[in-house]
């Protein structure tokens, strides 16, 4: 299952309108490569809304329920369309299984996946030294949030 006991928010309705535009490319190429490989690849998050990243920020802290994520609104790549969540869709129901070999060729589909991506220049929060967020990538295409946060005022 998911390690760490960290699961992502429930899906609801995928924001990828307000994706950067190569971030929105890059994300179309790699699903189509990884259904290739009998990988079927489901979004469940794009771009987030300040006010949606304050409201996941909450919970575990002032709401109910597990942390999700250690960034406030504006902390994350998510806020600037350059960050998407995914996982993988296993018969019709939604998998963060990183271990699962759905099409069976001895490398578990998670590990086929992220390699895909980092092919296109993602970057994974699986990666990530400290709160791992596995199904979390993103190009930053070098800027740091304050930078972002400097530009988007």
Do not use: C
Not at 77 to 97: C, R
């Amino acid at each position: 299952m998911f390690k760490d006991n960290i699961f992502p928010p429930k899906p609801k309705k995928y924001n990828l309108q307000k994706l950067h535009p190569e971030v929105q490319s890059a994300m179309e190429q790699w699903m189509r490569n990884v259904e290739k490989k009998g990988i079927t690849i489901k979004i469940v998050e794009g771009f987030r809304s300040i006010e949606e990243q304050n409201e996941l920020y909450a919970q575990g802290r002032t709401k109910p329920g597990q942390k999700v994520t250690n960034a406030k609104g504006g902390q994350s790549y998510h806020n600037y369309g350059l960050a998407i969540d995914f996982a993988i869709l296993d018969k019709e129901q939604l998998s963060w299984d990183i271990k699962k070999d759905g099409n069976e060729n001895g490398v578990a589909d998670w590990d086929e996946v992220v390699r895909e991506a980092k092919k296109l220049g993602f970057s994974w929060g699986g990666d990530w030294k400290g709160f791992k967020d596995y199904p979390h990538l993103q190009m930053t295409f070098d800027q740091s949030i304050g930078e972002l946060q400097e530009v988007w005022e």
